[in-house]
Each structure stands twice: as C-alpha cells, then as structure tokens.
T-cell receptor
Framework: SQQGEEDPQALSIQEGENATMNCSYK?????LQWYRQNSGRGLVHLILIRSNEREKHSGRLRVTLDTSKKSSSLLITASRAADTASYFCATGGSYIPTFGRGTSLIVHP | GAGVSQSPSNKVTEKGKDVELRCDPISGHTALYWYRQSLGQGLEFLIYFQGNSAPDKSGLPSDRFSAERTGGSVSTLTIQRTQQEDSAVYLC???????????????FGEGSWLTVV
C-alpha cells in the first residue's frame, strides 16, 4: 500500500478561493514533500517540510505537518486557473519517497 | 544538463515487443529513480540507483522489467515482451544524494508515455 494518501481525490473551486489538500501517512518520516503535476507533464517539487517543523510557507503555499496525527496539509491561497493540476505528497523516511494517488485540483476562471 | 531528460517522450509498441526507455539525470546527481504512473493513479516505485551501490529493484513488477545505469549517469529501463498492462507513463527522477530521506529535492523528467497495442 502507498505511504501517503491525499484527500480529497478531487477538488473544484473558483479562482480566488483557497484550496486545501490533506495527506495522511502511516509510518514515521524524516520529512514530507509536496509536488505538482500538470496534465501530461512530470512532477514539480513545491515544498519540503521536515519532521521537526510544524508549518512552512512559500509564496501562496502554506504547508503544515502534524506528526502526532501523521498528517500534512497544503493550502493554496488566492488560487489561479494556472494552479489547476494534480498535487501529490511524498514521504521521506527511507531513501525511496513514496507517493499517494494525488488530489486533482481544478480552478475555474 | 539543465534537467532530467527522458526519451522517447512517446512510444507506441506492439504487444510482445521489447522497449527501451532512456533517462539522462541532472549532471552530478548520484541518486536515480524510476517510477510508473498509470492513468489517474499515483506513482509506483520501480527501481532506485545510488552511486555505485547495487540498485534497489524491489519495485520491479516482473522479470520482464530490468534497468541499468552506465557510468553512474544515464539509465535505461527495458521492458521485454510488452503487455497491454505495461501501458503507462514511466517517470525518471534524480537527486543530489539520497533523495527524500536526506531532504534533497527530487527532480523529475517529463516522462515516457508508453502505449502497448
């Protein structure tokens, strides 16, 4: 089974709204990374949060990590149509990052 | 190179034929990964190379799949006697050291889209 599982599987919002995606995992981790995948393209690294961090920001992205609940969330503020993509979390606890099935985000202009 | 380069970007092959997919990682990156992504699915780990160490092949789905990495750089994923269920995007990624565990960013190529007809 996959280590990271994103929720919801699909999210549809209007431009300007915030989008929140969650990731749950099962075993202890050293860090957690979020990636974006535009349709038909490779994955692009967005942000990494280490296990001793609780929150991290990068531009319009805000990531939180709760190791006690084994969960992370990705918040995209003031979404844009260009944010339409699939978002994956990847957990690092061994040297092979494992990915969930992703959240498909659609931002309507 | 500037990024991870994969070729071919698209490949249509007949069932039963062999295919080779190539990955050219970022120069200097010692860690190299192959993943497979079926339509609408997550990434399935296939194989991991780290420097001159023996590769971790634990994710290869069958003995029809093999991969090598020559000179610690370019990698080739070979699928023998392709089946329709092999149709997927094959993604290669590299990182400077041991990838996610050490906090190093993993960089992905654009993938090779394989269709077996």
């Amino acid at each position: 089974s996959q280590q990271g599982e994103e929720d919801p599987q699909a999210l549809s919002i209007q431009e300007g709204e915030n989008a929140t995606m969650n990731c749950s995992y099962k075993t202890s981790i050293n860090n957690l990374q979020w990636y974006r995948q535009n349709s038909g393209r490779g994955l692009v690294h967005l942000i990494l949060i280490r296990s001793n961090e609780r929150e991290k920001h990068s531009g319009r992205l805000r990531v939180t990590l709760d190791t006690s609940k084994k969960s992370s969330s990705l918040l995209i503020t003031a979404s844009r149509a260009a944010d339409t993509a699939s978002y994956f979390c990847a957990t690092g606890g061994s040297y092979i990052p494992t990915f969930g099935r992703g959240t498909s985000l659609i931002v309507h202009p | 190179g500037a990024g991870v380069s994969q070729s071919p970007s698209n490949k249509v092959t007949e069932k039963g034929k062999d295919v080779e997919l190539r990955c050219d990682p970022i120069s200097g990156h010692t860690a190299l990964y192959w993943y497979r992504q079926s339509l609408g699915q997550g990434l399935e780990f296939l194989i991991y190379f780290q420097g001159n160490s023996a590769p971790d092949k634990s994710g290869l789905p069958s003995d029809r799949f093999s991969a090598e990495r020559t000179g610690g750089s370019v990698s080739t994923l070979t699928i023998q006697r392709t089946q329709q269920e092999d149709s997927a995007v094959y993604l290669c990624a590299s990182s400077a050291r041991q990838g996610a565990d050490s906090g190093n960013t993993i960089y992905f190529g654009e993938g090779s889209w394989l269709t077996v007809v």
